[in-house]
């Protein structure tokens, strides 16, 4: 059973990797949701990122303790 399902960033200036203030339910619904450019600013740099398949990621975190991680570059 899925506990918590977290999006994170990875930033284009500094590659360093952060927690997406917009959170999806799953992680094909980003694709399916937004049709137009976002962005959010780094926290470590500053720098304004985009939301793209290959700079986003989902972390799963189910009740059994266990963690998974999907890239948005594998996803279909």
């Not at 977290?6 to 999806?24: I, K, M, T, Y």
């Not at 094909?28 to 290959?54: H, I, N, Q, W």
Request: glycine share 6%; proline share 3%.
């Amino acid at each position: 059973m899925e506990v918590e399902l977290n999006c994170e960033l990875q930033c284009e200036h500094c590659d360093g990797w952060f927690r997406s203030s917009v959170q999806f339910g799953y992680p094909e619904a980003f694709f399916d949701l937004v049709r137009e450019t976002c962005t959010m600013s780094c926290p470590m740099c500053g720098t304004r990122t985009r939301y793209t398949k290959e700079r986003m990621r989902f972390i799963r975190r189910k009740d059994n303790g266990s963690i998974s991680i999907t890239e948005g570059r594998f996803m279909l």
